[in-house]
């Protein structure tokens, strides 16, 4: 599968590119960084999506952008028919929910998962099944300071989730600082007695098993699926 990367020099792309290159059967062609910062030996450089979809054919685009960035590349890659797969967070619930309606008119395929590691999407789900025997519960989650975003795609998700078991008020606490990578704990009460259900990524490889998925996985799927779990646990 040819393989390219949105924001390729970010945190996230920078790790995908490698590991895609590491992939005996991914092709990384190309990397797409804004301020023209060279990628990986050997790997093209474009500075903006459309020159990249207009130049070179690709199977998927892998996107690890921003919030203000990862719309205008969805609209780019639906009309080239590329699919992808999008781990950039601070897409509203709205835009999702119209993204999924869209993508299903149009033939268009996405993966976008507000956290790829796996231990997160058991956090997740074992989160929401607990929320069946507690009266309430709080979330906090713990990111590095650089992080655009509050709260997190992965509390929202993890709130979403839980809140279809049980449509109780669940706050959510955002700590930024320095030396934090992306943390979450999820805190269930009940007289008595606490459940805390926590999981840490402590360096960015604990997303990569989880994207290499969703690339190999992506002319399976049928319009937008929301959440890494759908391909986890074969629902798609
Ligand atoms: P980052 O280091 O700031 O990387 C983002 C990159 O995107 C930067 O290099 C930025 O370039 C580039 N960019 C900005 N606008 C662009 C555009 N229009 N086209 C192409 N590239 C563009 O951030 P990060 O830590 O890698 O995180 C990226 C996203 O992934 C965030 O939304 C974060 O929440 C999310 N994330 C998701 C997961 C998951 O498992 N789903 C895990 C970790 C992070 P400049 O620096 O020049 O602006």
Not at 85 to 100: D, F, K, M, N, P
Not at 119 to 129: D, H, I, N, P, S
Not at 158 to 163: E, F, G, V
């Amino acid at each position: 599968m040819r393989v390219l990367v949105n924001g390729a020099a970010g945190r996230m792309g920078s790790e995908v590119c490698r590991t895609v290159q590491s992939s005996s059967d991914l092709h990384l062609v190309g990397g797409i960084d804004p301020a023209g910062r060279g990628l990986l030996t050997g790997v093209k450089t474009f500075t903006n999506l459309k020159e990249a979809l207009e130049a070179i054919p690709v199977d998927v685009v892998v996107d690890f952008t921003t919030p203000h960035a990862v719309g205008p590349s969805m609209e780019t890659c639906l009309a080239f028919d590329v699919p992808m797969v999008i781990g950039t967070t601070g897409l509203s619930a709205a835009e999702l929910q119209e993204w999924q309606v869209r993508a299903l008119q149009e033939n268009w395929r996405a993966i976008i998962a507000p956290n790829f590691a796996i231990g997160a999407v058991l956090m997740m789900k074992y989160a929401q099944e607990a929320m069946n025997f507690f009266e309430q519960a709080e979330i906090i989650e713990y990111h590095h300071a650089q992080k655009l975003d509050a709260p997190s795609g992965t509390a929202l998700r993890t709130r979403t989730l839980m809140q279809e078991v049980s449509n109780k008020d669940i706050p959510i606490h955002s700590v930024r600082l320095p030396g934090l990578v992306a943390h979450q704990e999820v805190i269930l009460g009940l007289p008595g007695q606490t459940l805390t259900i926590r999981h840490d990524s402590n360096n960015r490889e604990s997303f990569m098993p989880g994207v290499l998925l969703a690339i190999r996985r992506i002319s399976e799927i049928k319009g937008v699926v929301i959440g890494l779990e759908h391909i986890l646990f074969a629902d798609i």
